[in-house]
């Protein structure tokens, strides 16, 4: 295991943890009604530790550039602190990212709210075909599924970093079929946002049962262009790559 940077390490538990709402309302998007940002309303929350009832307002929704979406990154979100017994403990709730400006979203369904991988898509497909049907699909955002916390802050490095998360997940595959280094049954790997060398393109490999970080590895960054070229250069092959996928839910899973 080599170059494992100390911001790489906390990306794990960034990822198990979760700042206030905030209005961040762009009225410049015409699909405004999808990317509703404010919830006014507040929850009672229990402590874990003394079940004193607190109220709590939780970060439900997180707009690009915003001070929430630093806190979210950092681990720092939907922390409920109980000022009886001095506990603080994770409110897991269902969070949306929204990026007006690139008509992009991904959606975190923690696993409190879906009993399976099929009962989330079928949310998902619900909530998207009751809001955007009235929507062009040359018009409506991408969006992204994600069942994590780990998951949801990837895609957003990965959308932040201007790379297409379908071509990130198939390098991963071919680690995995391809490397004698990466275990698809220990290792879980995550795109490395806290590389510096514009000339790659890292991973970091991390134990499924520790969350303990196990290897990293790359690509060359015109390795990832010569993809782009291959499988975005016309809309046949596109359709190739989307078959690896559901329609939301983009994960190297889906392959293995």
Not at 71 to 99: K, M, P, W
Not at 148 to 173: F, N, P
Not at 228 to 246: G, I, P, S
Request: net charge negative; charged share 25%; hydrophobic share 35%.
């Amino acid at each position: 295991m080599t170059g494992i940077s100390l911001q790489a390490l906390n990306f794990w538990e960034a990822g198990e943890k979760l700042s206030s709402a905030s209005d961040c309302y762009n009225p410049q998007w015409k699909i405004q009604r999808f990317m509703m940002c404010k919830y006014e309303s507040k929850r009672v929350v229990e402590c874990p530790t003394c079940s004193r009832e607190i109220s709590f307002q939780p970060l439900e929704v997180i707009c690009e550039g915003s001070p929430e979406l630093s806190a979210f990154l950092q681990g720092e979100a939907n922390q409920v602190h109980c000022s009886s017994c001095e506990a603080t403990f994770l409110y897991e709730t269902s969070i949306l990212y929204r990026d007006d400006e690139n008509a992009y979203w991904v959606y975190f369904m923690p696993s409190v709210n879906s009993e399976s991988l099929e009962g989330a898509l079928t949310r998902m497909d619900q909530l998207c075909e009751s809001i955007l049907d009235e929507i062009a699909v040359t018009d409506q955002p991408r969006g992204r599924l994600t069942l994590s916390q780990r998951e949801m802050i990837e895609k957003i490095m990965i959308h932040q970093h201007g790379y297409d998360d379908r071509l990130i997940e198939y390098v991963k595959y071919q680690f995995y079929q391809h490397s004698e280094d990466v275990d698809s049954k220990r290792d879980e790997l995550f795109f490395d946002f806290s590389n510096s060398d514009s000339e790659k393109i890292m991973f970091l490999g991390f134990h499924k049962k520790t969350g303990q970080p196990t290897l990293s590895l790359g690509i060359k960054a015109i390795e990832y262009t010569q993809l782009e070229r291959h499988f975005l250069k016309t809309e046949a092959m596109e359709k190739e790559l989307d078959r690896f996928y559901r329609k939301y839910y983009v994960t190297v899973r889906e392959m293995l």
